[in-house]
């Protein structure tokens, strides 16, 4: 699956932004998703997963309540709306699957995934 993000960008603390990830093959219905983020010299970090059937979620502690991940497998597109953004939250933020023969299947860890997105900056002003 060839990901591809979209929607950053710089926002004032306390604002809202949605990101989007398109796939581009017939099969992204059979991947589990999910969005990490990067800071230079950190780790890439996990911030929320979506289960191939869209039935699971999982997010990171850090954004739990303030983002949602969601899918809509018929238009191959996976979005993360941000909100009540922080300073903290900027980053550049990765979009990433895995094919999952379990439709339930969440992933935590970012090298389970075999694909990646370019990658999207956002940038948080406070």
């Known amino acids: 699956v060839q990901l591809q993000a979209s929607g950053g960008g710089l926002v004032q603390a306390g604002g809202s932004l949605r990101l989007s990830c398109a796939g581009s093959?017939?099969?992204?219905?059979?991947?589990?998703m999910g969005w990490f983020r990067q800071t230079p010299g950190k780790e890439r970090e996990f911030v929320a997963a979506?289960?191939?059937?869209?039935?699971?979620?999982q997010y990171s502690e850090l954004v739990k309540g303030r983002f949602t991940i969601s899918r809509v497998n018929a238009k191959n597109t996976l979005d993360l709306q941000m909100n009540s953004l922080k300073s903290e939250d900027t980053a550049v933020y990765y979009c990433?699957?895995?094919?999952?023969?379990?439709?339930?299947?969440?992933?935590?860890?970012?090298?389970?995934?075999?694909?990646w997105g370019q990658g999207t900056l956002v940038t948080v002003s406070s």
């Open positions: 093959r017939r099969n992204f219905n059979m991947n589990s």
């Open positions: 979506i289960s191939r059937n869209g039935y699971n979620t």
């Open positions: 990433a699957s895995k094919y999952e023969r379990r439709g339930e299947t969440v992933r935590l860890t970012a090298t389970d995934y075999e694909y």
